[in-house]
């Protein structure tokens, strides 16, 4: 489609490239990506990034990323190349180191000649970055109102899950794009750490692993930890999953969820602490866990993406609590929801609504369990 006058105007003298009709060219020669986003928003982007490859098999996708989300796709083979940004500058930087970082990302994609971008980000400052870049072709998330800097929007608030959110930018542009799954790549090493891991606590073939992820976790748009489940709820389902039958515990985490891990630890000491590993190591580690349940963080997208069994305990926007649980690659699906204000979220969801759930996915969990050790992960 052809860009508006006033789009024209802003980019000068646009290039031939631009007449590409997207939707039915596979050849594209160079493609950028703008997310810089927390890690569980990258896992979430990977359906987009997977079907975008597929679209494109031989073009150069470049992903700009934000430094701290890096390891949430390092190792992703659908891109040819990073260029990384200095995401704790721009969110929580000054008004002089944000715009420094700014003008050096622009600086740094205007000596670049990328024929189409994809803005993932919803924040003004992205869209007018990729636009200042000279890129003939935007897509992105928009509103009426806000929509100069793009040549193509979507609405970036819907009902829907947001990895479909994201395959709709790939939609407006006529790219086939069906939800399958989410991903989380590992590299060789990273593969290879859950053999050790599983020496070095004795774990042993055919022993039930569950793993628990107690903190909210945080980001680099906001130094603000959100309310987390009280602990004392999961040392009650710690002390539920062990009456119940032989498991062993595992806790995971980063520096942020330190307090709460040691409380827990602290009254059921046989859990395993495993909040010192890196999203890599824990990925790996959880391929050989029958059950997850933990809040909405970065490590239960990526335990929806290694594909295990899992029960989150969602804090939405709209102060809802509600509980979600998967057999399958799919976060989406709300079981139970309860009326609460956000300030009341820690105690709104019980430890009996979270055991109901578990006993539901009672089965499914031991097929798991029997499948894991007929693959010798363990």
Request: net charge negative; hydrophobic share 40%; charged share 25%.
């Amino acid at each position: 489609m052809p860009l508006a006058e006033a789009q024209q105007f802003v980019l000068g003298k646009v290039h031939s490239r631009v007449k590409f009709l997207v939707g039915n060219k596979t050849d594209i020669p160079k493609i950028l990506l703008i997310k810089l986003g927390a890690v569980g928003e990258l896992v979430m982007a990977s359906p987009f990034l997977d079907q975008l490859r597929k679209h494109f098999p031989h073009s150069e996708i470049v992903l700009v990323v934000g430094r701290s989300s890096f390891p949430a796709v390092e190792h992703n083979p659908n891109i040819s190349r990073f260029i990384l940004a200095d995401d704790v500058g721009l969110y929580r930087g000054g008004g002089v180191g944000r715009s420094l970082e700014f003008f050096r990302l622009l600086c740094k994609l205007r000596r670049e000649d990328f024929d189409l971008s994809f803005v993932l980000e919803r924040g003004m400052a992205f869209r007018l970055l990729s636009c200042l870049a000279g890129l003939p072709v935007r897509v992105g998330f928009g509103s009426v109102r806000e929509d100069f800097f793009l040549t193509h929007s979507v609405p970036g608030h819907q009902t829907q899950s947001e990895s479909e959110t994201y395959l709709d930018l790939l939609r407006k542009m006529d790219i086939p794009a069906v939800f399958e799954k989410t991903f989380y790549y590992l590299s060789d090493e990273e593969k290879e750490f859950q053999n050790l891991f599983l020496e070095r606590h004795s774990i042993v073939n055919g022993e039930q692993v569950i793993a628990l992820a107690p903190g909210a976790g945080g980001n680099t748009r906001s130094k603000t930890i959100s309310g987390h489940w009280p602990a004392q709820n999961y040392i009650e389902l710690i002390n539920r999953f062990q009456s119940d039958g032989p498991c062993r515990i595992l806790l995971v985490g980063g520096p942020d969820d330190r307090e709460i891990t040691d409380t827990i630890i602290g009254s059921c000491p046989d859990c395993l602490d495993a909040t010192d590993l890196s999203f890599g190591e824990m990925a790996s580690v959880l391929r050989g866990c029958s059950l997850f349940i933990g809040e909405d963080s970065a490590r239960n997208q990526i335990a929806v993406a290694i594909g295990i069994a899992s029960i989150g305990i969602f804090n939405p926007a709209d102060s809802r609590p509600s509980i979600s649980f998967s057999t399958i690659n799919d976060a989406s699906a709300a079981a139970l929801k309860a009326n609460s204000s956000r300030i009341e979220f820690p105690g709104a969801v019980s430890v009996d609504e979270i055991w109901q759930l578990v006993e539901t996915m009672d089965d499914y969990c031991q097929k798991e369990i029997r499948r894991k050790n007929h693959k010798e992960l363990f």
